[in-house]
């Protein structure tokens, strides 16, 4: 079985597949107006920025777009020991993304379909290199660390050896916090716990499963947490990732809510509030509509 990034990439995949021709062209037309001539794609203020970057790279790998060869020239001209781990793992991730931009159209193809060896590959984990994990290490950092490593389902050690860690977030009512001691869940790392376990074939505890499905609104939209104020498309589409890495089904569909995000320019916006697109929801509009098909 493929990494745990390969498993969200053919995620994203199954998501392009889903689009009508007309709606692909129109993210597709999207996707390519974010990307930056000298290289790298853009933020929502027009910059070109790593954390971007690699959104934009994944959806056009996705979607199999062509793109400038300006990319890597960007990527090389970052310094990484100035990036904190978020911007540390796009920019590792988009580095194993550029190389397959140099590769033939049709070798491209191949890969998009079989959605194998993708897209960071090292023997050692960079990510936990140069942020090493600590006991103080919470479920989203450990996720973002792993997603770094080409772990496998056969190859459960790096989860299990953070089990311990990752069980001192454990929240008794159900789910996990980023907070150590904290009595309230989040989603983000109640999604990240059950991703990491469902593709190592951990078993999971129906509470946890359960906080997860009531983070859901009727309309199809989970909310990061039981206090915000609006369910969002990114914790939609990792609520729907996690859930599905588990064999679980969500409690209501979820295709209309992920339709009323898309907006006119083709790009997804993060709320039913919000008309500013952007790569990174795009990434996400993409990878819910994948992780609702079953």
């Known amino acids: 079985m493929g990494s745990l990034n390969a498993m969200l990439m053919g995620e994203l995949i199954r998501g392009c597949d889903r689009l009508s021709a007309s709606s692909r062209n129109s993210v597709s037309d ?3 107006s974010r990307e930056s ?18 959104f934009g790279l994944a959806s056009a790998f996705a979607l199999g777009l062509r793109l400038n060869d300006s990319h890597k020239r960007f990527l090389e001209a970052i310094d990484p020991s100035t990036l904190d781990l978020p911007n540390y793992a796009a920019y590792m991730g988009s580095l194993g993304l550029s190389r397959y931009f140099s590769l033939l159209k049709k070798m491209r193809s191949v890969l998009v379909r079989s959605a194998a ?13 140069k942020f090493p ?16 490593s080409a772990i496998s389902a056969d ?14 977030f454990h929240v008794d009512s159900g789910g996990w916090s ?8 989040s989603l983000n790392a109640t999604a990240a716990v059950l991703a990491m376990f469902g593709h190592a074939r951990v078993k999971v505890d129906e509470n946890d499963i359960k906080w997860l499905k009531a983070q859901q609104l009727p309309l ?8 915000a104020p609006l369910p969002d498309l990114l914790s939609t589409a990792t609520a729907l990732a996690a859930l599905k890495m588990t064999g679980e089904k969500p409690d209501y569909p979820v295709v209309d809510f ?4 898309w907006r006119s320019d083709g790009g997804f916006a993060s709320t039913f509030m919000d008309e500013k697109t952007d790569c990174e929801y795009t990434f996400y509009g993409l990878l819910a509509l994948g992780a609702s098909h079953r």
Do not use: C, W
């Open 30 to 32: 999207f996707v390519l």
């Open 37 to 54: 001539p000298s290289g790298g794609f853009m933020d929502r203020v027009g910059r070109p920025d790593v954390y971007y970057t690699f």
């Open 117 to 129: 060896r993708l897209p960071l590959r090292a023997k050692k984990n960079p990510l936990t290199q």
């Open 133 to 148: 994990l600590t006991p103080e290490s919470s479920p989203y950092t450990i996720f973002l660390s792993l997603m770094g």
């Open 155 to 168: 190859d459960r050690g790096p989860i299990l050896d953070a089990r311990e860690r990752i069980d001192a």
């Open 178 to 185: 980023n907070i150590k001691g904290n009595s309230e869940a």
């Open 220 to 227: 199809g939209g989970f909310l990061s947490s039981s206090k």
């Open 258 to 261: 992920i339709q009323f995000h």
